[in-house]
């Protein structure tokens, strides 16, 4: 809001301490957050590993403490710790990889958005955190042993992405060199989509064809239409260095 001091995130980890310390008591951390071989009960969260998870901003809430909040160079950081370490694990389904992952990346945009960050830094952090997501949700591929990730919320998280991006484009500051190859994606995601189906995820253009796959249909479509620039291993991505 205007007139309004935003604060400047000063946490150095991937998640905040008191976040971990919560989660480890409530059992709430994902399998992917836990030390290998970690035998304690409760599970005990690896500062290497945790990466903090989003949490939908509570009307009436206090404002995050900046000890809450990633500046973007550790955001920056988290994204690429996703890329590299979570988005090819071989031990387990990619549907479980594309919704953790999806999940931890809204997180950062939260964060980055929390903070008022714009220009040059926060593009870079929006491009590298949607090249992983969309590496993610496109290699769930085209067929049907997609487990239980859920397309509708999938979905919302693209566009919720491409809008981040596009919005910190559009305040023109600073050199964009990649702006676009990433509203070349946007069109290709995009593509045959009415704008009332991708205000609601996609879904309701397709809903009337009463087929379980209809939900689906533009991840199906893009990874079709897989460009180079979107790579199959999301580590080897040009946007996360």
Known sequence: MPGCELPVGTCPDMCPAAERAEREKERRLHRFEVAPGCRSDPPRADPRRAVKEYQRPAAG????????????????????????????????????????????????????????????????????????????VARLGPDGTRGPADPVLLQAQVQEGFGSLRRCYAQGAGSRPRQAAFQGLFLLYNLGESESGRQDGGVRGCGSTGTVEAPWRPFTRFYSCLMPCVPARPCAGPWLW
Not at 78 to 106: I, M, P, W
């Open 61 to 136: 809430k206090a404002r995050p403490l900046p000890s809450q909040l990633r500046p973007p160079r550790v955001l920056l950081a988290t994204v690429r710790y996703l890329a590299g370490e979570v988005a090819e694990r071989a031990d387990a389904s990619r549907a479980e990889v594309a919704s953790f992952v999806a999940d931890r990346l809204r997180a950062v945009r939260l964060d980055l958005a929390l903070q008022g960050a714009d220009g040059v830094e926060a593009a870079a952090v929006l491009e590298a955190a949607l090249a992983v997501l969309l590496a993610v």
